[in-house]
């Protein structure tokens, strides 16, 4: 039983459950005396006949700070398979009552989760996917990650849900903005966005919303046959949005148009980038 506890684990376990499966303290003391079982932290030990993995580093962080810490921010972001790579540092949430330091390679947060935004994947207690996209979303790139858990099983109001019962947490604000964007259309919102930006830049020459070949273009410089298109967020569109999308590109270029594609992550995070770029497109 403690070996098929060890394989579900990914070699990672606690005194506590070892005792669950029946196995006695001495039992533990002897594994670790022999080298087969490598103590982690107090009472968290890995069994050290396979490779200590992302997963067993997260799993031990999070266990080394008892029964009720949980997985949080890119972490759990991670844990969810929302981000490709699992994060330097473990994020791990605790309730504000509980004891203890910071553990060595942790980033730990003291805050009561409601039990709605928790969840067990994998046998591990990790935030819950809605509150995961907006937290380890606006660490690590914001509209990709909520994207992805949009195009899951997570909906938007979901999303809204998680923000509004922890209104107080870091970054909140930010999250705010990402989810009015999506209220919005997320188009709409990045348009007017990106028309600020050029008029903060100023640069002048161009009409939106300008109707070209049957089809209407976000903004257009006329004079140099630049078209500017806004995707809103990064991928979240349908099937039938992304045909017409790259249709209605391929023909203005087919016209001689020049044609620059923004997102609202650009605009948002790289508004020097984007105007740097339309200022060469208009000067070429």
Do not use: C
Request: proline share 5%; net charge positive.
């Amino acid at each position: 039983m403690v070996d098929q506890y060890l394989r579900r684990h990914d070699g990672v376990i606690t005194l506590a459950q070892a005792a669950s499966v029946g196995m006695h303290p001495e039992a533990v003391r002897r594994r670790v005396l022999s080298g087969r079982w490598r103590r982690l932290s107090p009472g968290v030990f890995f069994a050290d006949d396979r490779p200590f993995t992302d997963a067993a580093r997260i799993r031990a962080a999070v266990w080394s700070y008892g029964p009720n810490a949980t997985a949080s921010g890119a972490s759990a972001a991670w844990w969810h398979r929302l981000i490709g790579a699992a994060p330097d540092r473990v994020e791990v949430t605790v309730p504000r009552a509980a004891n203890g330091r910071r553990r060595p390679g942790t980033k730990l947060r003291r805050r009561d989760l409601p039990t709605s935004d928790v969840t067990e994947l994998r046998g591990l207690q990790v935030t819950a996917l809605p509150l995961t996209a907006l937290e380890a979303g606006i660490q690590r790139g914001g509209v990709p990650i909520l994207d992805r858990a949009l195009q899951r099983d997570t909906e938007l109001r979901e999303l809204w849900r998680a923000q509004l019962r922890n209104k107080g947490r870091y970054g909140s604000p930010r999250a705010r903005m990402l989810l009015q964007a999506a209220d919005d259309g997320a188009r709409s919102a990045a348009e007017r966005l990106f028309i600020s930006l050029l008029k903060a830049a100023g640069i002048t020459g161009w009409k939106a919303n300008l109707p070209i070949a049957g089809y209407v273009v976000d903004v257009a410089f006329l004079l140099q046959k630049v078209a500017i298109e806004i995707d809103g967020w990064a991928f979240h569109s349908d099937v039938t949005d992304f045909v017409n999308d790259r249709n209605r590109q391929n023909k203005l270029a087919l016209l001689g148009w020049q044609v620059l594609r923004f997102t609202w992550w650009d605009l948002t995070e790289h508004p020097e980038r984007v105007i740097a770029q339309v200022r060469r497109a208009i000067s070429a």
